[in-house]
């Protein structure tokens, strides 16, 4: 039964890589009018955090060693208060799909993980804007896939939380962007933190 698990998760990462469901967003992603040259990407972390793994298994309801999750993450301070978010990106079959797979942002509280938003069809590089919104940076995601039309969305912090799901989100205007593109790692060829 094991075997037949991995060689499932072996099939579904060939096939999203090939088909670009999971993977990294290509920079200018089909949208030419969007200028990405001053974004300054980085690689995920690769250090496994037992304690962000319980916070992502908790909020997205998984079981460690039984639902084949890779998974990858960078800490960017958001709001500016020298205490950084945690943003974690997952991939693996039950939090992926043609659109994209699936994200969480979380902030620490007395050395705990606690959750601000939970995200569908994300696609890495995620960019963290320079300019605000309620006082946290701006994201902006690109999304493709599952019948769904290839852009860069905006998401703003509304107060409490971020959207959930980027592609209802406004379209990026023809603009030149700023900022940090997190999860900037090549999926197909890099393997995440195994969950």
Known sequence: MKYIQIMILVVCIVFFSFTGSIGS??????????????????????????????????AFDLKKGEDQIQYYYNRVDLNDDQQPETFVYLVGSPVCGSGGCSGALFT??????????????????VIIQ????????N??????????KGGYKLLHFDGKTYPSNPSVQPD?????ISGVGIINDDISKKGGIPF
């Open 130 to 137: 320079n300019e605000k919104t309620n006082g946290w940076k």
């Open 172 to 176: 990026v205007q023809p603009v030149k």
């Open 25 to 58: 967003a290509h920079p200018n992603g089909g949208n030419t009018e969007v200028d990405v040259s001053d974004v300054t990407y980085v690689l995920s972390e690769t250090k496994r955090d037992p304690m962000l793994e319980e916070a992502f298994s908790k």
């Open 108 to 125: 620490k509280q007395n050395g705990e993980y606690m959750l601000i938003t939970t995200f569908s069809l994300v696609r890495s590089p």
């Open 139 to 148: 994201m902006i995601m690109y999304v493709s896939g599952g019948g769904i």
